[in-house]
């Protein structure tokens, strides 16, 4: 293997104890307590496991922890009314709703219901306006996660190929934006692109968010390129049980380029230290304070 490991799990570490520091500072000095409330509707496995560890890790930053679990059959309408609570408590300063929602339940709708600026998740329609046009808005945790790794590991990436395949709301998308706004020459790839390993070889940044298991392999990978494996796919172990493995097939990739993100602990560590990152900025600017860096 050729490639240098980006350890997400301990550069969220560091997020993690930074901005438990600055929610120290802020609690000390002002006496706010930044405060994030998760909203669960069903009992999907992963999703349970999701939340847990978002309310552990919380309050662990010294932040308030707030979980709201819901009936998979919650209607719409008391879905929305709980939102519009949390919008209205000033102990809230961030709201997540775990996606994704039970079949009966708009998630555009429930996600346009939270406010713009408790929307920590960043999926609100003002946030990716915002985003879209270089103003100051809640970025999505996942990409801006793998934003922060790529500036650690490469400093500037201005004027560099980037190529995110996969073009969802909350990873693809948001994930090009940012890179754009890092001045890369963003190309977005998916189903329908052709001759995607063609165009991934292209790539001095290439970011998988696929969800197919091991799909991109080293020989759709530029030598020395960067590689960001946001996949989080769950297959069957040779000899039984289950494993995690990524949208890059991590053994041939790695022979290639020159940093690759593991999985598990790359990019999934650091959705959740900019999750909480993003409650304490939402703190800050309601009351008004500098933001966190
Ligand atoms: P979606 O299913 O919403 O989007 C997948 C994208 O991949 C689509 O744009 C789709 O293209 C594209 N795609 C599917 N098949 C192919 C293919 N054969 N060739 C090229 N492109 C293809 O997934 P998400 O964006 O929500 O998630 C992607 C992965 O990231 C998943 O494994 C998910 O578990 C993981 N994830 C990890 C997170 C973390 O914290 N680490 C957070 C969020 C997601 P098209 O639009 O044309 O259908």
Redesign the pocket.
């Known amino acids: 293997m050729t490639a240098r490991i980006i350890d997400g799990k301990a550069f969220a570490a560091k997020v993690r104890a930074q901005v438990a520091l600055q929610v120290a500072t802020l609690t000390q000095e002002h006496g706010i307590t930044p405060g994030l409330a998760v909203v669960l509707v069903g009992e999907d496995p992963a999703s349970q496991v999701y939340v847990r560890n978002k309310g552990k890790q919380t309050k662990e930053c010294g932040m308030a922890s707030f979980e709201h679990k819901l009936d998979a059959d919650t209607s719409e309408e008391a879905l929305l009314s709980l939102i519009a609570r949390l919008n209205a408590d000033p102990a809230v300063h961030g709201i997540l709703v775990q996606l994704p929602l039970p079949g009966h339940l708009n998630e555009d709708l429930v996600i346009n219901a939270i406010a713009p600026e408790k929307d920590v998740d960043g999926f609100h329609i003002s946030n990716v306006g915002l985003l879209a046009t270089g103003q100051k808005a809640m970025v999505p945790c996942?990409p801006l996660g793998c934003l922060m790794m790529l500036r650690e590991e490469l400093g500037s990436l201005a004027g560099l190929n980037a190529v995110v395949?996969?073009?969802?709301n909350?990873?693809?998308k948001p994930m090009a934006q940012l890179l754009l706004r890092d001045s890369c020459t963003v190309t977005i790839?998916?189903?329908?692109?052709r001759d995607?390993e063609a165009v991934c070889r292209e790539a001095d940044i290439l970011v998988a968010?696929?969800?197919?298991p091991q799909?991109v392999t080293g020989d759709w990978v530029k030598p020395g390129a960067t590689v960001i494996d946001?996949?989080?796919?769950r297959i069957e172990k040779d000899g039984g049980g289950t494993r995690l493995v990524g949208?890059v097939d991590f053994a041939s990739a790695a022979e290639v380029a020159g940093a690759i993100t593991p999985v598990p602990g790359g990019?999934?560590p650091m959705?959740i230290a900019c999750l909480l990152a993003n409650t304490l900025t939402a703190c800050c600017r309601v009351n008004t304070l500098p933001e966190p860096k």
């Open positions: 996942t395949v996969g073009r969802s909350i990873v693809g790839a998916h189903s329908r692109t995607i968010a696929v969800g197919r799909m946001v996949g989080i796919n949208d990019v999934g959705t």
